[in-house]
């Protein structure tokens, strides 16, 4: 089955810097990766998507790049603000049995 | 997500009760999931269903079943024979299954005593 992985575990940085989170994955029949931001307490909130015909997809402060030849896929952000502070998951999956795996997470802290 | 709705928000049962998490979505998603959330784990698949009166198992199902017999309801059981079932269970549903964003339900947290 599809294996996820998400590097690093956790990432501190400082206000108005950017952050990337990287993750791998196994199967090369996923087509769709989807990225997810946890606050504590709360529920997953998609934040961005990519699927497998597209390399590069933004939406304001946040990209998400994939690259199908090396199975990983990144997410960028910019110009970090702290209520960007939460657990990220990242997560693949195809169309062919609607599972999606998830990573493990990684807590972004973003400093005053 | 709004749509999605979880109930209870905490639930607490004695070991060796089992405990029905409900979880019910008016978007008339077709798929539904559920998934088991601890500490450091991420979100693993316990189960889902692609239509109504069919669900597989996803990878961590034992100890736990599942029925789909309305299309906007999807609701887990959490049997005695799961060994360590206090986590936050999460639900989530999707337009067309495998291919469209999966949206969650606010999360019910199962402590058992």
Known sequence: GENVEQHPSTLSVQEGDSAVIKCTYSDSASNYFPWYKQELGKRPQLIIDIRSNVGEKKDQRIAVTLNKTAKHFSLHITETQPEDSAVYFCAAGSGANSKLTFGKGITLSVRP | ?113
């Open chain 2, 1 to 113: 997500d709004g749509g999605i709705t979880q109930s209870p928000k905490y639930l607490f049962r004695k070991e060796g009760q089992n405990v029905t998490l409900s979880c019910e979505q008016n978007l008339n998603h077709d798929a539904m999931y559920w998934y088991r959330q601890d500490p450091g784990q991420g979100l693993r698949l316990i189960y889902y269903s692609q239509i109504v009166n069919d669900f597989q198992k996803g990878d961590i199902a034992e100890g736990y079943s599942v029925s789909r017999e309305k299309k906007e309801s999807f609701p887990l059981t959490v049997t005695s024979a799961q060994k360590n079932p206090t986590a936050f269970y999460l639900c989530a549903s999707s337009g067309l299954a495998g291919r469209d964003t999966q949206y969650f339900g606010p999360g019910t947290r199962l402590t058992v005593l």
